[in-house]
């Protein structure tokens, strides 16, 4: 199928976007790609006006603060996959991007677009829960938490330009890492989990688990992480643990993997999750 009928505007500064997006009705913002445009040729989405972002070079690159790193939104996959500010400060981060999609994807497809089009089986947001990031718009900074909304949903108001991705850097005794259980046509997260550890004379005194992929949009398995704190990390306590992993959640059910087999994918790809990064810490 081809695309419904539209408006085309690139925009060569934020305040140049945000001002197309208000004029014209029925807007949406273009930065990859890999999102709207299989959408709109399926006409499941049928904007009036595309108003393109992908050449405001201030919404580009990854530059380390003190303790925070900080992704501009239209950094690419592939360039948060071979960061070396990345890999150095949270190397999880990198490993989730190398597990979006193919060559292709991660080649075009950016951080900023994939968080604002908040797809449920997105391998970020699960990282991103675990690692406590921040969303930063033109206008306000959300957190992670309460930026994902619902399906497709976010807290992003209409016309909001996200403008970076702000990770705080793993602190001394902490690992972090991300696991999943993919779809293999569509490299989408059937579950994926991103946990964060931090460890003090062989206990945890702190643990962060976000999963994605199971439920509408990203959450904390916030009983999980209850489990797991004061713990030795030991195999007994992160089999316990697994099993709140998606207590109070209610699960997707589709094509791809029933709603019982979500919550058991959800303590199964938990506990891969949380090994690794016990170990890494």
């Known amino acids: 199928m081809q695309p419904a009928n539209f408006d085309y505007y690139r925009a060569s500064s934020i305040d140049e976007a945000e001002s197309l997006f208000k004029a014209n009705a029925d807007a949406s913002f273009l930065a990859g790609g890999h999102s709207i445009i299989p959408a709109m040729k399926l006409r499941l989405s049928e904007p ?17 603060d003190d303790d925070t790193i900080h992704i501009g939104a239209l950094t690419t996959h592939a360039e948060v996959e071979n960061s070396g500010v990345v890999k150095d400060g949270c190397e999880a981060l990198a490993e989730a991007a190398g597990m ?49 909304t619902g399906l497709f949903e976010t807290a992003l108001n209409d016309g909001e330009v996200i403008t970076e991705i702000q990770v705080p850097v793993l602190s001394n005794g902490s690992g972090a890492a991300y696991a999943k259980f993919f779809n293999p046509a569509s490299r989408y997260a059937v579950v994926g989990v991103g946990a ?21 949009h990203a959450f904390r398995a916030s009983a999980a992480e209850d489990a797991l704190t004061g713990s030795d990390l030991g195999d007994d306590a992160i089999v316990a643990a697994a099993a709140k992993a998606a207590d109070g959640q209610d699960m997707l059910s589709d094509l791809v993997a029933s709603a019982d087999y979500r919550t058991h994918l959800c303590g199964v790809i938990l506990k891969r999750a949380v090994s690794n990064a016990a170990e890494r810490v």
Do not use: W
């Open 100 to 148: 979006i999609g193919d060559p292709q994807v991660r080649n075009r497809g950016t951080i900023g677009g994939n968080v604002a089009h908040a797809d449920p089986a997105s391998d970020y947001p699960g990282i991103l829960m675990a690692l406590g990031a921040k969303i930063i718009t033109s206008g306000r900074t959300i957190s992670v938490e309460d930026f994902f």
């Open 48 to 64: 009036g006006s595309l108003v393109d972002i992908a050449g405001i070079n201030d919404l580009k690159g990854i530059s380390k």
């Open 196 to 216: 964060v550890v931090t460890l003090d004379n062989g206990s945890c005194t702190s643990c962060r688990i976000g999963v994605t992929g199971a439920s509408d």
